[in-house]
């Protein structure tokens, strides 16, 4: 029993060595700091970036909350080490400026596809007793008006915009006009963002006709998106974008194009890129699709939004995609942490 005993603790103590051995030591000594983008998707990267960092890696991780602006400063500064959401179309001034000036860079593609467009319900248009077969595109729209019927003018179809105040309202009420659609439908603007999913959602599960506007990744596309077509309009042509971007009135408007489909990148700060090259090339690596961003924010939105839910259920969910980020061994330890 003795030697048993003694063969046992042996075992063990091997065991522990191994497993010290093989402890992560993180590059840096201080903590790998984070943008805390103020949207889902963003928070959501974040929180799993951090926890591959924080249990595969060995890093300490912090987040600084804020906006845009301030975090591409920061970013620059060096006060902040990484921005997980750089939308490549609407780059602003600070991050151009300090791009250029070799302060910060672009790190991978974190989505490549971040969609905007109009959108119906799947039921309304496919078989053969679809209410409004063949609508395939907003050229389509016109005929099938009285299927949108609002019910506070009877004689026009009911489009729903995004908010007040929002670029997307402005840039829908010019398509409006565009498209020669002004006059059939009302230009619906909900109050909130919150207003606009809940009157998309609600018709989906009600299976009423709608025709909406958003955008994605999101959640509502993570619940809805397999019941929704989005309809086709004019290939995006950057000239006729910028022509109708610069049009001060919308009645004035009479050409426009899809929105463009949106490289969202990951930013980092170029110093601390060559400080840190492990945590650089898993930031480099690191890339989903908007389908999956959509699915995990879906997930969020049912078990309470916090991110940090959302992000192990993505790992746990798509380790073959992950497990490509890192090395092997990094993927062990976060496989444990699981």
């Given at each position: 029993?003795?030697?048993?005993?003694?063969?046992?603790?042996?075992?063990?103590?091997?065991?522990?060595?191994?497993?010290?051995?093989?402890?992560?030591?993180?590059?840096?000594?201080?903590?790998?700091?984070?943008?805390?983008?103020?949207?889902?998707?963003?928070?959501?990267?974040?929180?799993?970036?951090?926890?591959?960092?924080?249990?595969?890696?060995?890093?300490?991780?912090?987040?600084?909350?804020?906006?845009?602006?301030?975090?591409?400063?920061?970013?620059?500064?060096?006060?902040?080490?990484?921005?997980?959401?750089?939308?490549?179309?609407?780059?602003?001034?600070?991050?151009?400026?300090?791009?250029?000036?070799?302060?910060?860079?672009?790190?991978?593609?974190?989505?490549?596809?971040?969609?905007?467009?109009?959108?119906?319900?799947?039921?309304?248009?496919?078989?053969?007793?679809?209410?409004?077969?063949?609508?395939?595109?907003?050229?389509?729209?016109?005929?099938?008006?009285?299927?949108?019927?609002?019910?506070?003018?009877?004689?026009?179809?009911?489009?729903?915009?995004?908010?007040?105040?929002?670029?997307?309202?402005?840039?829908?009420?010019?398509?409006?006009?565009?498209?020669?659609?002004?006059?059939?439908?009302?230009?619906?603007?909900?109050?909130?963002?919150?207003?606009?999913?809940?009157?998309?959602?609600?018709?989906?599960?009600?299976?009423?006709?709608?025709?909406?506007?958003?955008?994605?990744?999101?959640?509502?596309?993570?619940?809805?998106?397999?019941?929704?077509?989005?309809?086709?309009?004019?290939?995006?042509?950057?000239?006729?974008?910028d022509a109708m971007s610069a049009e001060k009135d919308p009645a004035k408007v009479t050409k426009a194009v899809a929105y463009p489909v949106v490289k969202v990148v990951v930013?980092?700060?170029?110093?601390?890129?060559?400080?840190?090259?492990?945590?650089?090339?898993?930031?480099?690596?690191?890339?989903?699709?908007?389908?999956?961003?959509?699915?995990?924010?879906?997930?969020?939105?049912?078990?309470?939004?916090?991110?940090?839910?959302?992000?192990?259920?993505?790992?746990?969910?798509?380790?073959?995609?992950?497990?490509?980020?890192?090395?092997?061994?990094?993927?062990?330890?976060?496989?444990?942490?699981?």
């Amino acid at each position: 029993m003795k030697m048993i005993l003694r063969t046992v603790a042996a075992c063990a103590a091997l065991a522990w060595a191994g497993t010290a051995a093989a402890a992560p030591k993180c590059e840096v000594d201080e903590p790998v700091m984070f943008g805390g983008l103020d949207w889902d998707s963003a928070a959501f990267h974040t929180a799993v970036a951090q926890f591959v960092l924080a249990h595969g890696y060995g890093c300490k991780v912090d987040q600084i909350p804020g906006s845009t602006i301030p975090l591409i400063n920061g970013l620059a500064r060096g006060d902040v080490h990484v921005l997980m959401e750089i939308w490549s179309n609407n780059q602003p001034e600070a991050w151009t400026k300090a791009a250029a000036a070799g302060t910060v860079r672009e790190n991978g593609t974190n989505f490549p596809d971040a969609v905007q467009g109009w959108f119906v319900p799947r039921y309304l248009v496919e078989g053969d007793q679809a209410p409004a077969k063949g609508l395939r595109s907003v050229a389509d729209l016109a005929k099938h008006k009285a299927v949108f019927r609002d019910p506070e003018e009877p004689s026009k179809g009911r489009f729903y915009n995004c908010v007040a105040g929002w670029q997307c309202e402005v840039v829908n009420e010019k398509k409006l006009h565009a498209y020669g659609l002004a006059d059939d439908f009302t230009n619906f603007r909900p109050g909130t963002g919150a207003a606009l999913a809940a009157a998309a959602e609600s018709a989906i599960k009600r299976r009423q006709p709608i025709v909406f506007y958003y955008w994605g990744p999101t959640w509502l596309l993570g619940k809805i998106g397999s019941d929704v077509v989005m309809l086709d309009e004019p290939a995006f042509d950057q000239k006729v974008w910028d022509a109708m971007s610069a049009e001060k009135d919308p009645a004035k408007v009479t050409k426009a194009v899809a929105y463009p489909v949106v490289k969202v990148v990951v930013g980092i700060n170029s110093a601390f890129a060559d400080k840190a090259p492990g945590i650089a090339r898993f930031l480099d690596a690191y890339q989903t699709t908007g389908a999956l961003v959509s699915e995990a924010l879906a997930f969020m939105q049912d078990s309470g939004g916090k991110p940090e839910a959302g992000a192990r259920n993505f790992l746990k969910s798509h380790p073959d995609l992950w497990q490509a980020w890192v090395p092997a061994e990094v993927a062990a330890r976060v496989k444990a942490a699981l």
